[in-house]
């Protein structure tokens, strides 16, 4: 016992401290004895848990399909190579329209037609008629900017069609 007091004494513990550590552990001790020993004579041996009975109770109550237990589903897709692994786009639907898709070659802006102006996007026949109205009254046209002066094309419409008209 002095050498438990002085063990006490050393770490700052009184003795009414101590003996509340020393009861802490002897129960901790004794309980997981306890469970050792009832683990030995139950011989507990774990059994796998079968999900069927879940899973269909599951799929009934969210409406699922009725698959039945004994049906393989396929979810692997083989995938021929690392880039169209890659390929994101696949299936998914850009916001463009058949206009853009159509163009080959850029459009010249002094020498097309009404009908070819209508195959930029976003120009319609009104504005593909201002656009060769404001060509016959001012002339060629020598710059981009100077189709915000036309009546149906703004800062957005150029800078969607930007890319697909030449000014020759």
Known sequence: MKSLEKF???????????NVVLFILTACLVGIAVNIIKDVKNDKTFLEFDYKQEDSLFNAASGGSGI???AVIQTE??????????????GFKFNTTEKTSSLQEKINLNEAN????MKLPGLGQKTAGA?????????????LNELLNVKGIGKK???KIK??????
Do not use: C, V
């Open 8 to 18: 006490s004494k050393k770490i700052g513990f009184t003795s009414t401290e101590t």
């Open 68 to 70: 039945e237990d004994s």
């Open 114 to 117: 009404i009908s070819e102006l």
């Open 77 to 90: 897709k083989k995938i021929a190579s690392k880039p169209e692994l890659m390929d994101f786009t696949k």
């Open 163 to 168: 890319n697909l008209i030449l000014i020759e």
């Open 157 to 159: 419409k150029l800078e």
């Open 131 to 143: 656009l060769i109205d404001y060509r016959n009254k001012h002339g060629k046209i020598k710059s």
